[in-house]
């Protein structure tokens, strides 16, 4: 890696980190920051915002990962790299794999967000658990009826598979 690839990623690091920072003085949600990067330049901010919009779906991964979307016009992120002034939880790990970056670089763990009261420890171990076993009830439903969905999406020439 170049001298000045390293400097640029430890910039980006440093303002996923600086972002969280602002965070924690605005109090709009966790002390979490992202950035989202193509090219060598930042294309999109995201910080947490949980308790600003009252939306738990909110999270600084979640918000920069939906802003750059939108400025590449693009639902995946493949030329992307995302920077995270922590290890995402299983929340943002999940959109991430579906946005598809190439890199993903974080500063703090999970352990370290535990320790400041932001343990995901228990959705980790519910996505092993199975279904009936769950601490929230999950009940199935017409079942039969969605799997009609999917054989309707299979067949449609129109689609955007992704």
């Given at each position: 890696?170049?001298?000045?690839?390293?400097?640029?990623?430890?910039?980006?690091?440093?303002?996923?980190?600086d972002?969280?920072?602002?965070n924690?003085?605005?109090?709009?949600?966790?002390?979490?920051?992202?950035?989202?990067?193509?090219?060598?330049?930042?294309?999109?901010?995201?910080?947490?915002?949980?308790?600003?919009?009252?939306?738990?779906?909110?999270?600084?991964e979640?918000?920069?990962?939906r802003?750059?979307?939108?400025?590449?016009?693009?639902?995946?992120?493949?030329?992307?790299?995302?920077y995270?002034?922590?290890?995402?939880?299983?929340?943002c790990l999940?959109?991430?794999?579906?946005?598809?970056?190439?890199?993903?670089?974080f500063?703090a763990?999970?352990?370290?967000?535990?320790?400041?009261?932001?343990?995901?420890?228990?959705?980790?171990?519910?996505?092993?658990?199975?279904?009936?076993?769950?601490?929230?009830?999950?009940?199935?439903?017409?079942?039969?009826?969605?799997?009609?969905?999917?054989l309707?999406?299979?067949?449609?020439?129109?689609?955007?598979?992704?």
């Amino acid at each position: 890696m170049m001298e000045r690839e390293i400097k640029d990623k430890e910039a980006f690091m440093l303002r996923a980190i600086d972002l969280a920072m602002e965070n924690v003085h605005e109090n709009h949600g966790g002390p979490f920051g992202a950035v989202v990067v193509k090219d060598g330049q930042i294309i999109a901010e995201g910080k947490n915002t949980v308790v600003k919009e009252n939306d738990p779906t909110a999270h600084a991964e979640i918000n920069a990962i939906r802003k750059a979307c939108k400025v590449l016009n693009s639902h995946q992120l493949s030329d992307c790299e995302l920077y995270a002034s922590c290890e995402p939880c299983p929340m943002c790990l999940g959109a991430i794999y579906w946005a598809r970056p190439k890199a993903v670089y974080f500063a703090a763990d999970r352990k370290d967000a535990a320790r400041a009261y932001f343990d995901d420890a228990h959705i980790y171990s519910e996505c092993n658990t199975e279904i009936h076993k769950r601490r929230i009830p999950f009940k199935q439903m017409h079942r039969n009826k969605a799997i009609g969905v999917f054989l309707r999406w299979m067949e449609n020439e129109q689609k955007t598979p992704y």
